[in-house]
Structures are given as C-alpha cells and as structure tokens.
C-alpha cells in the first residue's frame, strides 16, 4: 500500500525521503519503507525491466544524482592495486624484468606510466583475457609499478562517511537475491533446453550485472560494501530459502536444490541424513578418486551410461589401488557443496551457465579487495571438481577453457594465497583427484607387447578430451601452483598423492601405440600424434620440470629419493601389467615413456645438483635392462623411420620422429631417452648392451667378414641406413654430456651453436630453437650466462639488408670463425635436426668456412670434437668403448670398407674412425696397459686378447671362420684354391678352431649365434639374463628364439645353402687403418716411415678422410710403445700393399658405377657451370629492374642514326626485322597511372604522419591539389578550349609507360596471349585485363606499345645545324603547323602510302591509345566542360607525355646533373610513346587563329575586335604552361621534325617562360623595390643588347603590369611580409634562373629522347649553364663563369614589343569579372622530389595511437586499422563498415589517392601491404627489433625501430614505379581490403 504511493513519487524525492528515515536511530518505519518498496520494484516475477535498475540508481544515491554519487564514492578508493580486468584481444604488456610470477602483465596505462626503459618486456594480445597486477607486490617487483600505484594511496585517503553508502547496504541485498532468482529460475537442463534458452537468459541480465561492474569500478570503499553482502551467510539464508508466504521464492529455491542435485552434488542437508560417511575416514582411495566422482557423476544420464560402459570394457575400478593415508583427506571434498553465501551461489551459476563473459569480468574486479579475494579462492577451489564435470560437458569447451584460466591464473599465481588454499582446503588432492577422475573418462586398454594378456590401461587420444585439449585449464593450474615452492614441497611430502599422481602418469605410458604396416599402405593416417605429444608435454613433463626447479639442493636429498622410488615401482608394475620379459614385441613403437623419463630426470638432477649417489638410485641389473629396453627401441625406430621401413604408416609416423626430436620436446623426450640410455651403458656388461644394439638395429647379420650375407630382417636398400643409424647412435651415446657432466653454460653454448652451424638464425628463431628449461613458469633460459651475452660470444651479426631482387633480408647471426674452428659439432647437429637436410647444410657451410679460411679445399668429412670430462658417477659408460664385442664389429666394419663391399659408406667408415678416436681419448682408468705384446696362443676366449682399445688396435687377426652362402666368392676361390681338401659345410659346435689365434664371426647370427666363438660373449649375457630372470624353461639360451624366426622374412625362392669357409686375413686394426689410407689418398705408401716421426694431432683438426686416419695413427702411436712399432713395421714394408682384388662382378659392376656417377657429376657441374655463366650474362643484360650500371640492351630509336632501318628481335619467335607497316614490332611495356608527381610538395622535407590529436597533414599543399586548383581558376574566366591547351593534367591519375627493353611481333604476341588465355594455372595476374609477363625476362607488362617503322637515313639530314636565322625559323615552324590543318596525317607518310589510315600498325596505335585510356580512372581524363570533346581528349594525351618526361627527370634525382643515360632512359619507351601520341594528336587540328604561335612570334593587333565577340576571352599567355606548350607543339608538327625546327621552338618559348619569371619576381618585390627597379631598368633600355639584360626587361615587365591595377596592390601587404630579405642582382638572377630551370630540363629531355643527344653530367651549380648549352640557346656569349639567364634570349621580333602584346593581354582583365585571374601570375613551377609520410623512429608511437583510434568514416574502432603512407589517411581494412559499392576502404583510398596504387601500413601487425589495381601482395614490414628482425602480427611484441633502408627502399619503389616488378607474390583482392 504505502509502497505504491511511494512508486508515485518522482525517484528522487523519494529516495531522499528515505534515506533520511534511515538515518534516524530509530529507522524502523523507514525499513519497512524500503522493503515495501523494494519488493515491489524488485519483483522477480516482473522480468526484468529498465525501470528497477532506474529506481536502484536513485536509491544507492539516496537523493544525489547517481554520477554525483559515484564521484564522491570514488573520492574515497583507498585500493592500492589496479585490477584492471580485460577480454580476449586486449592488449597487454609483460615485463620480465620486474615480474616475479611469469604470468604477470599489466594494462598499457600502468605500463606507459612505469620505468620500463632497458627492460625485457613485450606487448601481447591477450588470449584469455586478464587483468593488471600493478601494485601488487606478490607478483612483481615494486619497482615496476607505475606513478599511480606505487604511492600506497591507502594511507592518506579518508574514511568513509557512514551514511554515503548506507543505502547501498541495504539496497544491493535484495538487488544480487534478485539476480540469483532470474539465474535459478532461467536454468533448465542443457540436455532438455538448446543453449539458446541460457543466452536469453542472460541477455536479460546483461544490464543488472553490467550495473555491478560500475560499482565495482566505483573502488574500494563500494567493493568493501560488496564484499560484506557477498559473504554475509546471514543475509543469504534469510533471502534464499524464500520466506513461507512467498511461494514464487519457495519454487525458485527448489529449482535450485533440483540443479544441484542434477549437477552430481548433494546439497549437505541430504547428506546429513543419510550420514554418507563423512567421519568414514578409511575409505579407500578407490573411492577418493574414483568412486566418489563415480557416484556422484551418475546421477546425470549421460554420464551415468559412459561409467557402465566403462567398467564393461576393462575393469577399471579393479586396478591395485593405494590406500588414502591420513584421515584428513574427507571424501566430502569431491560431492559436496553446500553454498553458505552469495558469492558461493554467483559462482555455481557461473559455471552451470559455463562461464559468461560478464559474470566473470565481474568477479574478477572484485578481487583487489583481499577478503573477498580469500573468500572467493576458497569458493572457487570448493567448485573445481564441478568446473571440471561442466567442462567435460561443455560444447563450447575452448572459450569455457580460457574463461575458467582468466580466473584460476588470477587467483594462483599468488604464492600467499596458493599456499592457504593448500593447506586450509586440500587444493592439491582436490587438483590431482580432479585430473585422474578427468583422464579416466578416456581409457583403453593398451596393446603394448602382449595384446591378449594386457593389463596396463592408457588414454585415448582419438578422444575429443585429448584432441581438444579440454584438460589443458586443469593442467596449466596444476603447473602454475607446482611453482610455488611452498605448495610443491608439501606435494613432494604427501606420499599418497605422489603415488595418485604416478598412477595418473602411467595412463600416458604407452599410449597412441605404432604398428608397423607391412603389406598395405594404411588407409586412413591418423592424426592422433598431436594429442599424444601435446597431452606428454603438458600434463606429464611440464610437472615434471615444476617439481625439478624445487630439487636443487642437497637438502631436497629427499624428495628426489622418494620420487625415484616411486617411479621405479610405477614402473615394475607396468612392466608387470603389460606381460613384459625380455624383448620387445616386434613392429610396435610407442614415443610416449613418461614414467622412464621422469625417472632419468630426477636421476640426473639428484647426481647433478644434489650431490647424490648414482648407484644409491638405481634398481637391480635386471630391472635395468628392462628399463633400457624401451628407449632404445625407439632410437632404433627413428632410423628404422629414416630408412623408409615404415613407409607404409603414411606421412604421420614422420611427423612423429620429427615431433620427438624437435626443439620444443626435445629436452623432455630423446635427451631423457639418451641419458637413461647413457646410465644402462654404463652399469650393465659392455658386451651386452653393445649386441643389444645391433640386433635392435637388425643389423647383426651385415657384420660378416663374408662379402655376400643373408638378412632375415632388412632389404638390402635399409641395410646401410640402419648400420650408419646404429653407429651413429653409438657415437652419440658414448660422446653425448648433456646430462653426464656439462654445465647449464656449455649446454646453452652447445645448443646454440649446432643451431647457428645448421643455417644463419634470426634472434627470434634461435630463441625458439634452444631447448629452454620447459617449466613454463622459471621463463629463464638455463644458465647464470644471459642468452644474449653467449649469443654474442659465438655468433657475429649480419645487419639486415635488402637485395636488389626484392627479397628481404632480416637481421641474421651467422657463428663466428673460431666457432667453426673449434666449436662445431656435427653428432649435436644431428641429434638437434628434425630434418635431415640440416646436417648436409651444416656440413655445406662448415666445407665453405674451410675453403674460404684456405684450411681444406676438399670435401671435408665431420670434424672430430674433444668432449667434456665425465662426471665421476658416469665413469662406466667409457666401457662401451673397450669391449671386445664393439672391437670386432669396428675391425669387421674396417675390414668390409677395404674389401668394398656393398652397402658401406663414407658415413659407416667416418662413425667407426670416430669410435676408435672417442676410445683413444677414452681411457678406461683402472687396467694399466702392459706394454709388452701379449702372447696371443692364451687368447682363446675371442678374437681379442684384452678389453683395451689400444692393444687390441695392434692385434693381428689370422684367419675367420665365415658362414657364406655356396654362391659366394669365397667358396669358388677356396675351390680353385683347394681342389684336394674340401672342408664340408660344418655346423659343428663351439670347440672346433681353426689355428691358433683364428676366430669366426658367423654370416648370420640369428642362424648360428652360437657357433663362433667371437660372440660366445653375447651368449653368456643371454644366460646371465636368464639366470637372472629365474626362468625355468631354457629356450630363450637357444639360437633361435621362437618369436624371432615366426616373423622370419624368407626370400622369394629357396635360399642358397650355408657353408663354412675359413678367410685368411692377417690383418690388425691398425693395417686396416694403413690400407684404408692408401685407398682413399689412392697412393701406395701414402704413409712413410718419417711420417710418424714429424706428426703433429693438432694440426689435423679439419679434413677428410684422410687427415681422420692420420690424427687416429698419431694418437695411437703416441700414446703406446707398441702401437708405434707395428706402425713402423706395417708402413716399413717395401712391399707395395697388394690391392684387393676385385672380386666378384658385382663389386665390379659397384665399382664402375661408382666411377660412372662420379664422371657424370663432373658432366653435371661443367654444364651447371655454363649455365649459371650464360644466365649471369641475361641478367645483366635483362633483368636487373634496380641497379643503374647495367648496359642498354638496345638504344632503341635514340640510338645514333643509323644508316638502315632500326631492326627489332621478336622474342617470342626469335626472328629479327625491320618494324613495317603490315607486321609491326612492339615494345612490351607496363601501362600504369601514377599520382606520384601530384604528391610532390614544395619543401623537401616529409610530411610526418600524425601520432596526437594536435597533428594533422594538410593535402592543399601538394602538387596535384595546386594544379588542380589553377585549372579550375582559369576555367571560371577563360574560353574552356583555350584552357585545356595552357596547362597539363596527369599529375594525379597519369598514365606512366615503362618497359623492360624486349621487343616482339604484334601478332605474335596475340597468339601468346591466347596461350595464356588457355593455360589454366593461377598466374597471379589477369590475362583478360590484358596483363602477361615478357616471355623472355618474366617482367609483368600489360600492353605493346608499337615501334614506327623508321628509316635511319633520313634523320641524318635532321640532325645538322643550320645557319638559318631565327625569323627564317620562326617562318618555317609557322608553315609545318599549318601544313596541320590540310593533312590529318602526316605528309610524307601519305605520299608513301595511301591507305595508311587502315594499316595494321595503325590499327596497333589506335589500340594502345584506348589502352592508355582505360589505364586511368575516367575523372583523370575529363577536364573540360563538355567530357569526350576533342579538347579533352588533345589535353589528355599531351598530358601523357608530360607526365613521362616529369616522372623521368624525378627518377633521374630531380636535375640532369648525373648526365648519361639513366637507367630509366635505356629502358625507356619514351621516343615510340611520342611516335603513337603525335601519330594520334595529328588528327586533331589548331584552329589558326588561336595558334599561340603566332602570338609568341608576332604581334597580333585584330584582338580587340574579336573579344567583344567571344563572351570569354583566351587564357594570356603569360599564364600558360610553357612545358605544355612544348610538347603541343612538338606532337603536332610533322615527325620527324628537324632539329632546327626544336631548337627554334625551344628559344620562342624561352622568352615567354623568362617573362613569365620576370612577372612572378616582380610580384614578390614591396613597392619601393619595384620602384627602385623599374627606374633601373628604364635607364638601361636604350644600350645595346638591351633586350639580353635582365635589368632592362624587368623594369619594362613592372612598367607595363602596373597599368593593370590589380596586380600588384592586392598583395602588397603579404608581400611585404613575404619578402623581408632585401633582393641583391645575385638573388634576382638566382631565382630567374630556378624558375627556368624546369623548363630547360624538360626540353633537354625531350632533345635527348627524339635525337639521341648525350646529356653531359655537372655540378649542381653549372646546370642551368648546361643546359642552354645543349640546347643551343647560350648563343656565343657564354662564358665559363658567371651565366646570366638573360643572356640565352633570342628575339625574333622586338622584345619590348612582344612584352607590351603580352602585359597587355592581363590588362585587358582588369575591368573584365576575369580580374580575379591575375593571381595566375603568381606561379612557381619548382617542386621538391615525391616523399612518402616521415614515421616515428618507434612503432609504438604508431601502435598506441592508432589501434584505438575510431574510423572517421563508421565511427567504430576498425578490426584492422590501417595507414595510407602516402597521404597518412586512417582507413579499415576488410572492414564491411565502410565498404561502398562492395568496395572496402583500403582499394577506394588507393584508387582516390594514388590512382590505384596505394601503400598501407597494417596497425596491428606491422607491415606494408601493396594494393596496385586488382592485386595486392604483402611487402614486409619497415619496422625491425633490435635483432634488426620483422615482428609480423606483433606476436613477439618487442620494441620495434624504424629500418631507415627498408623505407627508403620503400620510397624509391613507389617512386619508381617498381612494385609489379619487385614483388613476386601478387594476389587479387577482389575489392575485400
């Protein structure tokens, strides 16, 4: 009742009213008041609706205005944080330098407001969204804070008044209470309600929760408020259970219990009825992870139903599980919530209705507010298991993923609050309970080694909770609190959870499981591998690295020990589960062994940095071998992978041995897998691990001294792969240290130099490259030494450069000289390169290095490096290399590259030299070598007396005994050899020997491991093993194991029978190595006894082949008494060494061929070599677009005359000929319009490009504006034909003509552009605009411009001077122009040939007129007032030529200083484009009595009459164009026109540009001067040669035009203020000469193009003195000193005369409405060189001032803002907002600012995009790093400079017009930019 006439009132009455009755002590009427009133006004049932959100306002504000209000609130902010909250696409600064937590980042206010000067620091656009921690001293130093945040402001603000926010208190209760209701009552089940219902709803809420935002925005005094209310649990139960009577409330709070339930929660009133067992605390951890998320998630059908299936396929839930220890780990934690608060109930909405962007934004600018902050860590951790469950659901699971991480990154990055949470609510059980339960959604049984008795269960990565990485917001939290010491600690403690989380471990062992395809190809290749690697990455070693940065010192002894021990029982059991015994299973191959590298890792750091015992970690020999298994089947099946054996797999397999190895794994997957490896080696018997290897590598049966064998496992293609992988791998093994004793330094240096010897590297991708510590959150790449400083110990770098072919260099380091030297290690290459190519790259730039540096010329082999000392725990590893069983393998392999037998290689031979070396330098410690031989008759065991490399190297090997098929060679030798003594094909047991020291190495091991006696040693570690192991049965001791021969392989057909043969060999290692010598430096003797005396190791760092023999003798000879004889005696010998025969014809055949291959190399390189020379010399002749120097490739017609025709080559048909009128001959050229010249301003500097709001450019300024303007001027006043003849167009829009020099046959070309037209490859260009590209050099043209047929002979006579004088000329020139009017076409081609006009050549130039036409836009074309007439036309086309010479003279620097032919002018097009111009302005004729000719040359006296007639006079002449009148009279005289002729045009036309000088001047004098001038002037008029001083025609010029009697007092007063320097005879003949100069040049140009002139080169100072040279006006005054202007007039009539006729002509204006015309006087026709907009020397400037600037077009901020360069314009790209026509912005801009070519700078991603006509290309970008790199898209985000080179390249493209020809990667736009 009393609320409705409370609603009556106005609001804000009302609310004073109340806020009074409130304040009273006793306030209980005015409560009531207020909750009547609110109840109305809040009525949930109502919807919502604007008017309560009014009435709201009102209240909080108690009477105030609500801005008034939020003012004063904000008066009292006393937070010291800012906690700025951003979305997706912020963007955000992050500084390394002052962050303490890696996830910091601040907002660009607080970062622009902070010293961040010298900082690493980058900008980035958020992913997630994120919010700004300035002031918050948990997560960065305080020093970054900014001015505002770094005063703690909460000191000295004021407290608060009570009564300011007391209606706040208690209005916004029941305002949250009501969106909670709309929240309840909106939510209905996603499986029953599409998702849509849910965006109603909160759509509706939009405006309510956007009103929190503001609040919280009010700060810290109204986020305190909130606070309070959020967490009040009174309020809350007094509201939400909905009082009795209110029976909407009493449902809605049903639905609530209804949602929960369904949510899998029990509400705990239930729970406390049923008593589930709370107190229960020896439930076992079954039900702690799984049952209890198992019950819980049944109660929703969907899932229920994938728990059943689950259970039904593998009994999960049967696996041995670990009892939960303490009691304090309540099963509650995961099926309970009970909410006691709002801000409990706002979150669980928040999640059910997955996380709106508003609800999170608002939650999030609650937290600097710290109570809430703890309040909301505890609600948010309370929830986690519910998050995860919504997630799992979610459909829109990747923006769910970044909004949960916009939270949970916030919250747990603080260490403080990480660690109560820990402690207070369990996080870590609730997160690693939460990611098992997660996983265990996706099992399979896994199918490694034995598929039917499999035990072991692994994830799925076909799932979509792999595949989509939904764990990733679970996982990423789970790191980013793992590096906080304190809470790793406790984890590391919490034994329970350590053995959860290896359990959770083992679901990635094994998973995404290979089956090696034998028959088929598969069908489907799947892509499953990304999942796997991402899921190991993320969820096993990213941890893993976390726990690792807290166990670096001796006192964390501990926590490792635990960690190993746990892992090792993790991994006993899955040995166990998956049935494994001795051998792998066969064709399997999994990349995923977590559990074994989590166990390498906290092995190597236990040893490296904890001081801790290696044995004291390490399991039994049994469980060893067991552990290496696996690993080593993977290096196995990388070379199996290389060598195409699982080819058939398809592409993926590749992808995954690249992935495995790649730089962002590969610290967390082969260096683990290579350091366990290392760690079996060295514990386990030598001889073992090295004949696990070869078999492994399935390469036993190769090890034959026999030259034929038998391979059960391989093709004879993979035999060499998999023997160079096997030996590789041992040479990696034995000389790897990354883990084994190097520091973090050496290891970066290491890894920095492989990367650097692969390719030069920019910053950018070397920083990507080196493996840094993977823990995300340490940031740091390893090592005290700072990445930049080793960077610049071992690198040089290359400043960024720009080659001419357009290809843009970046800043690139390339490894400095010593590097090479010393430091390159070719085994780190290959371990680090994912493609194979990159170690032949390395190996190409290291054989440059050599070559360059004069080392070695050759072909060099891999350089041998000295390697870092052992750690001691390691010591065992050197073993490997002093085992008899890798000696007989090195002595085979030696033995088998002599004899050359197939399948060896350089690379074989080069590993197994480097074997030998590593064992030399190797020693093992203990055994002193006895120097005395040994008494080879004990050597019974094996081949080898001992174990030492040393004195095996000098050991003779006798005779072998061979198993070799009967075919082989050696059966027929011994046949021939022992006709009467066949030895039968023996099968005999071990005891039977063949002389004293004579062994036997079997043909194949598989067959007969067990006969010879060199491998009884593999046969012992086989029973070792067994025993071992304790197995009963004893078939695994046998040769032949069951398992092996079933997948045996047999060849087509029987295999020949087996046979023993005895070889005699009588060789040692070192012969061998002597003999090798021999042959490969293809001397005998190649070795000399003195040799040995004068070796120096040193020396032989770098080389061949070779020089690796000679520093393995030197050293073995050093460093062994013994040794050094054998040496002597073998090099002793006299005896030449017999070379081996060759034996069989296959090695004959090899052999050959091998010489063939080489021969044909050599062919190769010869022909190579031509080639490249012959393609050297086109491109000096035809392609260089850039460089001036090259030679014309013909002077076209400006060649000089010849005495025949010109001949032209055709380059399509090859024919050369004469042009002629029925096959004419074109020039390819580029048409193209141009707006450069209408750029141009007067002063040289550029514009710059506004970065504040105060800068703008101004356009009126610029050429094409000024000349616009003065068209339209004389338009108004003058006759319209008589303007278009006074001035040119074409500054903006001009069509530019450019060619590349080729000439080709009309028709020819017609034909190849119907070829063209057919061939349906994307081309880049559209064939049907005409476009192709010079079929000889590629350049892009898009017409023929057709050559005249000329005859030499005639231009002889043209050319000669003539003593004619000038009236004569003048007469002459008279009658060609009149000739005009009878002929349209030229006289003497008219005589010639009549039908002309139907000629093919005409029909041409007609064609490429229309062509020239449709090049510009149709408003570059119509000037006149009638559009299409003949005027307009005629303006157009001299227009044309105009525009041509100008750009000319702008490409030649502005002057013609340079002189000689420019580069434009070889190429230059410009003498045919006059022919085809005059050829088509003939047709046109100049009415006579308006030829200004007559004007410039005589003095007219009818003209009075004949204006009184005409309503608008003709434009004077002293304010035409003079430049146009040239070239009009030029192209409309006959060609060829003689050179008398020119020159006569030239000096008339002088005379009138001198006085249009004189007038100019005389504007810009004050009256004194003028006064004092004329004066002058007049006094001088009557001596001789008056009409050449300047003096005298300057004071008749001010005489005359200060009878029209506006022209000089309009602008006295400007000028009086323009000229305040005092004008001296110097200054006045200065400025005369300036204003000539343009005119002089362009004649001089002109004269150069039409007979072939030279243009002699000068100073600056002599050009004006040039140029009337040239032109022949000096006359014979001209002296060498001093040139005055004046001087070069020539008057064909009197000159006083014909300036009176001119003045007279701006006089006649003064009464006329035309007066106005007269400033048409002031003109000056100087302009500076076209520049692009001047940038910031920072991008940032750029960045900061436009990424958020409004288009001024829509008004909105553009997607993808960019910058007009030419003219700074702000345009959108792409963006549909400003699109008309269907044309976007950036294609209208460039059409209307530089006629379809316009240059932009893209905002948001730095670079300079290129729009010419239909096709754009990308540019690249202007701004550099410091590392002199590109930043495309600002991912990297560092401080970007100016690359001065880059813009100026830039610039003289623009300017050149080069951009077609430049850029290769064109594309159209389709009007879409």
């Given amino acids: 009742m009393m609320a409705a006439s409370l609603l009556r009132r106005d609001k804000k009455s009302t609310a004073a009213h109340l806020k009074a009755d409130l304040k009273r002590t006793d306030n209980s009427s005015g409560l009531r008041q207020l909750q009547e009133l609110l109840d109305s006004v809040l009525n949930p049932e109502r919807g919502s609706d604007p008017e309560a959100l009014e009435w709201c306002k009102w209240l909080l504000a108690g009477g105030d205005g609500f801005d008034e209000f939020c003012r004063t609130v904000r008066s009292y902010d006393n937070a010291t944080l800012c906690g700025l909250v951003w979305t997706a696409n912020f963007v955000a600064y992050r500084c390394r330098t002052c962050g303490i937590s890696p996830c910091m980042s601040l907002c660009a206010e607080c970062f622009n407001n902070g010293d961040h000067t010298g900082h690493d620091f980058n900008m980035f656009r958020s992913q997630a969204g994120g919010a700004c921690d300035c002031g918050d001293g948990n997560v960065m130093r305080e020093s970054g804070f900014c001015s505002r945040h770094r005063l703690k402001t909460g000191e000295n603000v004021p407290s608060v008044p009570r009564d300011l926010l007391l209606m706040s208190e208690m209005v916004l209760p029941r305002f949250i209470i009501t969106i909670i209701q709309y929240l309840r009552d909106g939510y209905t089940e996603p499986e029953s309600a599409a998702d849509r219902d849910l965006q109603k709803v909160l759509q509706q809420l939009e405006p309510h929760i956007s009103f929190l935002e503001e609040l919280t925005k009010m700060g810290g005094a109204m986020r305190t408020v909130l606070t309070k209310i959020l967490t009040n649990q009174q309020t809350f139960k007094e509201l939400s259970m909905g009082q009795e009577e209110n029976v909407y409330a009493k449902r809605n709070y049903e639905k609530y219990l209804s949602a929960l339930k369904s949510s899998g929660l029990v509400s705990v009133e239930e729970k406390g009825a049923g008593g589930a067992g709370a107190g229960a605390t020896d439930t076992p951890a079954g039900a702690g992870a799984l049952s209890l998320l198992g019950a819980t998630a049944a109660a929703s059908l969907e899932d229920s139903s994938k728990e059943e299936d689950q259970d039904g396929l593998q009994g999960v839930g049967q696996r041995k599980r670990v009892k939960l220890s303490s009691s304090t780990k309540d099963p509650s934690i995961m099926d309970t919530l009970k909410h006691k608060c709002f801000l409990e109930e706002l979150l669980f909405w928040t999640i059910k209705y997955e996380f709106p962007q508003k609800m999170v934004t608002f939650l999030l600018n609650m937290l600097p507010d710290q109570d ?414 700072s990445f930049e400083e080793m960077l610049s110990a071992v690198a040089d770098f290359k400043a960024p450069v720009f080659e001419p072919g357009g290809s843009m260099q970046q800043g690139m380091y390339t490894p400095k000289a010593e590097v090479w030297e010393k430091e390159f290690d070719p085994i780190m290459v290959i371990l680090r390169t994912v493609y194979r190519r990159d170690v032949q790259s390395a190996m190409d730039r290291y054989a440059a290095f050599l070559k360059q540096s004069g080392v070695h010329t050759g072909n060099p082999w891999p350089p041998y490096k000295e390697r870092t000392p052992l750690h001691p725990c390691y010591r065992g590893l050197v073993r490997l290399l002093h085992c008899k069983t890798l000696h007989i393998v090195i002595f085979t392999l030696l033995y088998k590259i002599w004899m050359d037998h197939q399948n060896m290689s350089e690379h074989v031979l080069c590993m197994v030299l480097y074997l030998i070396e590593l064992g030399l330098d190797n020693q093992v410690q203990d055994d002193k070598v006895e120097e005395e031989p040994c008494i080879e008759e004990h050597c019974h065991d094996s081949w080898f007396p001992g174990t030492s490399l040393l004195s095996n190297l000098h050991h003779v090997i006798n005779f072998v005994r061979v198993r070799v098929p009967e075919t082989a060679p050696e059966v027929e030798r011994k046949r021939e050899r022992e006709r009467e003594r066949e030895t039968p094909p023996s099968t005999s047991s071990e005891s039977t020997t063949f002389g004293q020291s004579s062994r036997r190495l079997t043909g194949n091991w598989r067959e007969n491991l067990r006969e010879a006696q060199v491998f009884s040693l593999v046969a012992e570690r086989r029973r070792k093993f067994q025993e071992i192991i304790n197995r009963s049965n004893h078939e695994a001791s046998q040769a032949v194991r069951p398992k092996s021969s079933s997948s045996r392989w047999l060849p087509p057909g029987s295999p020949p029978q087996l046979v023993t043969e005895i070889l005699e060999i009588r060789e040692s290692m070192l012969s061998l190595l002597v003999k090798l010598h021999q042959k490969l430096s293809a001397k005998q003797n190649s070795l000399s006894l003195s040799w040995l005396a004068e070796v120096d190791p040193a020396h032989h760092a770098h080389g061949d082949g070779l020089t690796a023999i000679e520093r393995i003798l030197a050293k073995a000879s050093a460093r062994s008494r013994h040794s050094k004889r054998c040496l002597q005696e073998i090099c002793g010998k006299v005896c030449p060494p017999i070379p081996p025969k060759k034996n069989s014809p296959g090695d004959k055949k090899s052999m050959d061929k091998e010489e063939r291959r080489q021969r044909a190399r050599e062919r190769q390189q010869k022909l190579l070599a031509e080639f490249a020379s012959r393609q050297k010399s086109f491109m000096e002749t035809a392609m260089d677009v850039e460089s001036p120097e090259t030679d014309a490739v013909m002077d076209m017609g400006s060649a000089e005359p010849l005495d025949s025709e010109v001949l032209y080559d055709c380059v399509i048909c090859g024919q050369s000929g004469p042009s002629t009128e029925d096959r004419p001959t074109g020039l390819v050229v580029l048409l193209q319009a141009s707006s450069v010249l209408g750029h141009r301003c007067r002063s040289d500097t550029p514009k710059r490009l506004p970065t504040t709001d105060e800068e703008h450019i101004y356009p009126e300024d610029t050429c094409g504006a000024t000349n616009d303007v003065r068209l339209s001027l004389m338009q108004r006043y003058f006759k319209d034909s008589s303007c278009l003849q006074s001035v040119s167009v074409g500054w903006d829009g001009g069509v530019y003509v450019q060619t590349c020099g080729h000439t080709l046959h009309i028709d020819c070309h017609k034909s190849y552009m119907e070829s063209l037209r057919n061939d349906q490859v994307l081309q880049g260009f559209s064939v049907d605009k005409g476009e192709f590209t010079c079929p000889l050099c590629r350049q892009f043209a898009n017409s023929v411009l057709p050559c005249r047929p000329g005859r030499g002979i005639e231009t002889g006579a043209w050319h000669m001077p003539s003593n004619k004088s000038m009236s004569t000329l003048v007469k002459e020139v008279e009658d060609l122009q009149e000739q005009l009017g009878i002929f349209p076409v030229s006289a003497s081609v008219k005589q010639r040939d009549p039908i002309l006009a139907e000629s093919n050549l005409s029909k041409e130039m007609e064609s490429v007129i229309k062509d020239i036409k449709n090049t510009t836009q149709k408003k570059y074309m119509d000037y006149g007032k009638n559009p299409g007439s003949p005027d307009n036309d005629f303006l157009f086309m001299y227009s044309v030529a105009r525009t041509n010479l100008e750009l000319e003279l702008v490409h030649r620097g502005g002057n013609l200083c340079s002189g000689g032919a420019s580069a434009a002018a070889k190429r230059s097009c410009l003498n045919q484009l006059f022919h085809v111009l005059a050829m088509h302005m003939r047709l046109y004729s100049i009415d006579s009595a308006y030829n200004p000719w007559t004007r410039l040359t005589q003095s007219t006296h009818s003209r009075e009459t004949e204006f009184c007639d005409d309503e608008r006079p003709e434009v004077p002449m002293l304010f035409r164009d003079v430049p146009s009148l040239l070239i009009i009279f030029i192209l409309t005289m006959p060609q060829p026109l003689r050179k008398e002729h020119f020159t006569c045009v030239v000096k008339v036309l002088y005379s009138l540009q001198y006085t249009q000088a004189l007038a100019a001047l005389s504007i810009r004098f004050s009256c004194e001067e003028r006064l004092a001038w004329s004066n002058t002037g007049a006094a001088k008029k009557n001596m001789p040669n008056s009409d050449k001083s300047w003096e005298s025609l300057l004071g008749h010029v001010i005489s005359e035009l200060t009878k029209a009697k506006d022209v000089y007092d309009t602008n006295s007063e400007e000028a009086l203020m323009l000229s305040s320097s005092v004008w001296s005879p110097q200054s006045i003949e200065f400025t005369l000469q300036q204003f000539c100069l343009p005119f002089l040049r362009l004649s001089c140009l002109l004269q150069h193009h039409l007979y072939g002139d030279s243009l002699p080169g000068c100073q600056v100072e002599e050009e004006f003195s040039l140029l009337t040279g040239c032109l022949n006006l000096a006359g014979s005054v001209q002296s060498s000193g001093s040139m005055s202007s004046a001087a070069c007039l020539e008057w064909n009539f009197n000159a006083f005369d014909l300036i009176n006729q001119w003045c007279s002509e701006v006089i006649a204006l003064s009464g006329s409405p035309s007066q106005q015309s007269v400033s048409l006087l002031v003109q000056d026709p100087q302009w500076a060189a076209p520049r692009l907009l001047h940038l910031p020397d920072n991008y940032n400037t750029i960045f900061q001032y436009y990424h958020r600037k409004s288009c001024t077009s829509c008004g909105k901020t553009p997607k993808d803002p960019a910058l007009c360069l030419v003219c700074g314009a702000f345009v959108c790209l792409k963006g549909h907002c400003c699109k008309q026509q269907g044309v976007c912005e950036c294609v209208l801009h460039s059409q209307h600012c530089g006629a379809a070519t316009g240059i932009f700078l893209l905002v948001n991603a730095s670079v300079i995009i290129i729009i010419r006509g239909h096709r754009f290309c990308l540019w690249g970008s202007v701004y550099l790093d410091a590392h002199g790199e590109e930043d495309r898209d600002l991912r990297r985000g560092k401080p970007l400079y100016l690359c001065e080179e880059r813009y100026r390249v830039l610039e003289q493209q623009w300017v050149s017009h080069t951009f077609d020809h430049i850029n290769k990667r064109w594309g159209p736009h389709y009007n879409g930019l």
């Fill in 372 to 785: 809430y902050k703890i309040t909301f860590t505890k609600t948010f951790v309370q929830h986690y298991a519910f998050i995860m469950k919504t997630l799992m659901k979610s459909h829109e699971s990747d923006t769910m993923s970044n909004r949960i991480v916009h939270i949970s990154v916030q919250l747990f990055s603080n260490e403080e609050l990480a660690r109560h949470v820990t402690e207070e609510c369990q996080l870590l059980d609730i997160m690693v309970t939460v990611l098992l339960y997660m996983m265990e959604s996706c099992l399979i049984k896994s199918e490694l080694q034995d598929e039917e008795n499999n035990r072991h269960v692994v994830v799925n990565c076909g799932e979509a909770l792999l595949k989509n990485n939904t764990y990733w917001p679970l996982v990423s939290d789970f790191i980013n609190i793992l590096s906080h010491q304190s809470v790793a600690k406790r984890f590391l403690e919490d034994h329970s959870l350590l053995l959860l989380w290896m359990s959770f471990v083992s679901f990635f062992q094994g998973m995404n499981l290979n089956k090696r395809e034998l028959n088929e190809h598969v069908e489907f290749e799947s892509q499953t591998y990304y999942a796997a690697f991402a899921a190991e990455l993320e969820a096993c070693a990213q941890p893993m690295w976390g726990l690792l940065t807290h166990c670096k010192v001796k006192e964390t002894q501990e926590y490792t020990k635990t960690v190993v021990r746990y892992c090792l029982e993790t991994l006993q059991m899955w040995f166990d589960a998956i049935g494994f015994v001795d051998e792998p299973a066969l064709n399997q191959l999994t990349f995923h062994l977590p559990l074994h590298r989590y166990y390498a890792m906290f092995l190597s750091k236990g040893v490296k940095c904890q001081g801790l015992d290696l044995d004291s970690l390490l399991p039994d020999q049994e469980m060893l071998m067991k552990i290496m298994v696996h690993p080593l089947q993977i290096q196995a099946s990388l070379s199996e992978i290389h060598s195409n054996m699982w080819v058939r797999n398809g592409l993926q397999i590749k992808g995954q041995a690249m992935t495995y190895v790649q730089s962002h794994f590969c610290n967390s997957m082969i260096d683990p897998d290579i350091y366990l490896l290392q760690v079996c080696a060295s514990r386990l018997d030598p001889d073992y691990f090295i004949s696990s290897v070869f078999e492994r590598f399935k390469v036993v049966d190769l090890l034959t001294m026999a030259s034929q064998h038998q391979n059960a496992v391989l093709d004879s293609e993979q035999e060499r792969p998999m023997l160079e992988g096997a030996l590789t791998f041992l040479v990696i093994l034995s000389s790897l240290r990354i883990h084994l004793g190097m520091s973090d330094d050496e290891i970066l240096r290491a890894e920095m130099v492989s990367q650097l010897c692969m390719n030069d590297r920019t910053h950018s991708s070397l920083l990507d490259l080196i493996p840094e510590n993977p823990n995300p959150k340490s940031g740091v790449v390893p090592g005290s030494c």
